[in-house]
Nanobody
Framework: VQLQASGGGLVQAGGSLRLSCAAS????????MAWFRQGPGKEREFVAV????????YYAESVKGRFTISRDNAKNTVYLQMNSLKPEDTAVYYC?????????????????????WGQGTLVTVSS
């Protein structure tokens, strides 16, 4: 599956952005989706995941309460609404698709099971 992320940009601390990730797969609605990020000089880290149905979400502690992951299966698109942004949120954000359909425990999705990755979109938060 091909993933196309968009929506990144420059924002001041406290501001908001919404990232989008469009998927080419016709069976998009059967697969969990996630967002990851990689800050300057840092390892790639998990941000949020959403189940194939959209009914279950799970977040990294660092973004819980500020970020919201959602999906529109009719549009083959997953979103990441980011509010109250902080300079430490500065990173390239990547969307990823689970390769296992209809997974029940999205919070336990192994990193290796995210088989498809988007190209990334840069988010820069200024202080």
């Amino acid at each position: 599956v091909q993933l196309q992320a968009s929506g990144g940009g420059l924002v001041q601390a406290g501001g908001s952005l919404r990232l989008s990730c469009a998927a080419s797969r016709r069976t998009f609605s059967s697969y969990g989706m996630a967002w990851f990020r990689q800050g300057p000089g840092k390892e790639r880290e998990f941000v949020a995941v959403i189940s194939w149905s959209g009914g279950t979400t799970y977040y990294a502690e660092s973004v819980k309460g500020r970020f919201t992951i959602s999906r529109d299966n009719a549009k083959n698109t997953v979103y990441l609404q980011m509010n109250s942004l902080k300079p430490e949120d500065t990173a390239v954000y990547y969307c990823a698709a689970d390769r296992i359909p209809v997974r029940k425990e999205v919070a336990r999705t192994p990193l290796a099971d995210f088989g498809s990755w988007g190209q990334g979109t840069l988010v820069t938060v200024s202080s």
